[in-house]
């Protein structure tokens, strides 16, 4: 397997992600597979921001931290991760920057030197731009054409990943940065023998697409039929909702930015009575937001799709960085008992289709759904094999579809008592029909009701829901499997963890250590039976981006297993292929004691 780990960084606002983009869409088109993992501060610009691709021959579930190529904008990017470049590796950086100033002594990697500030001014006069201080964000073409030149990642694939960048009003600055870019890339052809690994154009074997997190969770809503999106701002959430605006009208879709979370929802849920597939998306503090809506979705069974990208918490916490801190929250938002499903998808593609499959579960058992997924899912960029839309089956459930014709309306049970707890229901509306919604307690037609045998039945048809979510959903929409399920070790991990996870079993299987991965995919509710005869009678170690180990928890509360170890970070930071690599190997081979080990690499 072949990696070329390379790394972008600078001053935020400097096109750092513009940058990584441009080159991971530059080797996707050379027939590579990529994976990119963006850092970034809460603030605007200035402070330091980057972006690592991973690119390889094979598909790849992770990131890794030692760099093959470091390409630099600013001086702070090369003191902070020059000790991260791997020997043999490159450097490219500023030729007005003194290394001995810096007192960098690295004789075992290769500098580039570029000189920015030559190319831009060359640039500016040979198209007309002006003043150079304002055209500094040029810099990040120059970095990528540098990089593509080194590698011999041919210039033709660079400039055809601009085109899809370069669009719109930013149209007319193609022309300028595909120049200062080239004279770059030729600098840079002549530092390329010095280094072994080299990116050649390659055949695809298959046909692929590169998507971002929001992407690929965007694309399930619409492939599932969702026509009504709402949100309000908040880091990581908002690029979802932002991509689907901006394809709303071909696909008559309403996208609603609210005035707040508590809008957000709400207005959700009312598009859902009235009989659109209905979803709003958040963070931590904006879900926060919504829990008495979420009760109310709960004691009214409707169906809701609410994904919540979660950030470092609590409070506004780490607004731009990574965490698994809400599954309890997730499990557990809003006062009292309802029914819900708590979700959570392991990769970009895994989103596609568990976010479509969302909204069959949330309309077939009348309750709420939340996705969990997280920010290194959300900003993370990948490449993946073609999405397949004919997997996707629209499903709605009990929809009475009679009409009374215009006769006299008629009072419909809405919450009619049934074996296995759902109800055939109607939108608002419905011709010859009426019924009633509340927040409290109610018998059949929705009339409010504090009786007591009411309750009782109204609350056990409610909450028999999980019971059968249970018996019902196939056994892959629950878990994932992967390694020797032989194996006395098993991993257990969720959402964007998994990836690692997996990423960590093919190079310890290489080395000659095997374990089992057990992916939870359906949290919530959670087959105790069939997680407790995955694990029972296996160390057992849990993998979290969290300081509790909350997964872990859950499932020992539901099935009475108790972990062994718990690799835990919580830095804001997710953790990477090397980390993990490390700890696994400690506790697999070194026999490791402790039951936590916490990892905190990463800047």
């Known amino acids: 397997m072949m990696i070329v780990n390379w790394l972008i960084g600078g001053p935020q606002g400097m096109g750092v992600e513009t940058s990584a983009n441009s080159f991971a869409r530059s080797c996707a088109y050379a027939g590579y597979w990529v994976f990119g993992k963006r850092e970034y501060h809460s603030n605007i610009t200035g402070e330091h921001s980057y972006f690592i691709v991973t690119v390889s021959d094979k598909p790849l579930h992770s990131f890794r931290d030692k760099l093959d190529v470091l390409a630099t904008f600013d001086e702070r990017t090369l003191r902070l991760h020059i000790n ?41 006069e040979k198209f007309g731009l002006g003043d150079i201080k304002k055209l500094q964000v040029m810099r990040n073409s120059i970095c990528v054409f540098a990089s593509a030149g080194i590698l011999e990642l041919p210039a033709e694939c660079v400039e055809e990943s601009m085109k899809h960048i370069f669009i719109g009003k930013r ?55 969702c026509r009504f999106q709402t949100y309000y701002p908040i880091t990581p959430a908002t690029d979802e909702s932002e991509f689907l605006e901006s394809i709303a009208k071909k696909y008559n879709m309403v996208v609603i930015q609210a005035e707040d979370e508590i809008a957000a929802i709400t207005m959700s849920i009312g598009a859902s009575l009235a009989g659109a597939r209905a979803s709003s998306s958040t963070s931590g503090p904006g879900f926060s937001l919504m829990a008495e809506a979420l009760g109310w979705s709960g004691m009214n069974e409707v169906p809701i799709v609410i994904i919540n990208y979660q950030r470092g918490g609590p409070s506004t916490g780490l607004p731009t960085r990574h965490e698994q801190g809400d599954l309890k929250f997730a499990i557990y938002a809003g006062h009292g008992e309802f029914p819900r499903i708590v979700l959570a998808p392991g990769d970009i593609q895994e989103a596609f289709y568990m976010v479509a499959d ?50 006299t309306l008629k009072k419909f049970r809405r919450f009619e008592f049934s074996e296995d707890g759902i109800s055939p229901r109607v939108f608002l509306g419905h011709e010859g029909f009426i019924f009633w919604n509340s927040g409290d307690e109610h018998d059949e037609f929705g009339h409010i009701t504090e009786d007591p045998e009411n309750r009782l039945r109204m609350h056990e048809k409610r909450m028999k829901k999980l019971q059968k979510i249970v018996e019902e959903t196939p056994m892959e929409k629950k878990i994932g499997e992967f390694g020797n399920p032989d194996s006395k070790f098993v991993v257990v991990s969720w959402g964007s963890t998994v990836g690692v996870a997996l990423s960590a079993l093919e190079e310890l299987k290489e080395k000659g250590i095997e374990f089992f991965l057990l992916q939870i995919k359906m949290i919530h509710p959670l087959d105790a039976e069939l997680v407790k005869s995955k694990i029972k009678g296996k160390v057992k170690i849990a993998v979290e981006n969290n300081y509790s180990g909350q997964l872990a928890s859950h499932i020992t509360e539901k099935t009475g297993e108790f972990f062994d170890h718990l690799i835990l970070k919580w830095t804001g930071r997710p953790i990477s292929h090397d980390e993990l690599v490390s700890a696994l190997e400690k506790i697999i081979k070194m026999n490791y004691k402790e039951k936590r080990l916490v990892l905190s690499y990463g800047i």
């Not at 020997?87 to 960098?104: F, R």
């Not at 899912?377 to 490449?383: D, F, I, M, Q």
């Open 84 to 124: 991260d470049v791997k020997s043999g590796g490159v450097v490219i950086y500023d030729a007005e920057i003194s290394l001995s100033s810096l007192n960098i002594k690295r004789d075992d990697i290769v500098f580039v030197p570029i000189k920015y500030n030559e190319i831009i001014k060359e640039t500016a």
């Open 171 to 225: 149209s007319k600055v193609l022309e300028p940065n595909k120049y200062a870019g080239l004279t770059a890339y030729k600098y840079a052809q002549s530092f390329s023998h010095k280094i072994e690994k080299k990116l050649h154009k390659r055949e695809e074997e298959t046909k692929r697409v590169i998507l971002t997190g929001t992407q690929a969770t965007a694309l399930g809503k619409l492939v599932a039929g």
């Open 358 to 407: 969302a909204f069959n579960l949330a309309e077939k058992y009348q309750c709420p759904v939340i996705v969990l997924e997280d920010k290194l899912l959300a900003n993370s960029v990948k490449t993946i094999n073609q999405l397949d839309i004919s997997k996707v089956k629209i499903e709605r459930g009990k929809i009475l579809q009679d009409s009374q014709n215009g006769q």
